[in-house]
């Protein structure tokens, strides 16, 4: 499943499988494509052709610019790992410099393996928080400087609440 964004109140769920139909906001998407050129395409849709040229894509960001028609169009994708990074409270950890680290979830910390002044590469591990009786390791999200331990150890943590902080 996707969820695709073109703008701040555009929407739409899109599922795939190789072996079902595209749907839209659960409704079956048939439509009809046709590569006429390196990053030029052609497309029929409920009988109203489109012209499509590719922009720009950024696969990491998982975004495309899009030139529909004559109108540029900026697109926006997210999978089920997005949006439970959404969920968790973790979005666009990779878009820019994090500022602090948050508790993805309720639990106890039982290690710290960093101290204030260290210099962390993005994956360090950082802390370690138990939840549901299993250890979760918490890593740095980028690279930066540890500014502050906000937690101790064997000190209950709620969800979302500041762990570290980086400069």
């Not at 590569?35 to 030029?40: I, P």
């Not at 910390?109 to 960093?114: C, F, G, K, S, T």
């Amino acid at each position: 499943m996707l969820q695709v964004r073109t703008g701040p109140d555009q929407t739409w769920e899109v599922e795939y499988n190789a072996k079902a139909p595209i749907t839209v906001n659960g409704q079956p998407f048939a439509w009809d494509i046709v590569a006429v050129a390196d990053g030029h395409y052609h497309i029929l849709y409920e009988g109203r052709s489109y012209s499509a040229e590719l922009i720009s894509a950024d696969y990491a960001a998982k975004t495309l610019s899009l030139k529909l028609n004559g109108r540029v169009v900026e697109i926006e994708a997210k999978d089920r790992f997005d949006l439970l990074l959404d969920k968790l409270g973790m979005s666009n950890a990779t878009a820019h410099k994090v500022n602090e680290l948050k508790a993805p979830m309720p639990g106890l910390i039982v290690d710290i393996r960093v101290q204030a002044g260290q210099e962390v590469q993005k994956g360090d591990p950082l802390l370690v928080l138990e939840a549901m009786k299993m250890e979760n390791i918490l890593k740095a999200p980028s690279d930066g400087v540890v500014t502050s331990i906000k937690v101790g150890l064997r000190d209950n943590v709620n969800k979302g609440q500041v762990l570290v902080q980086f400069s």
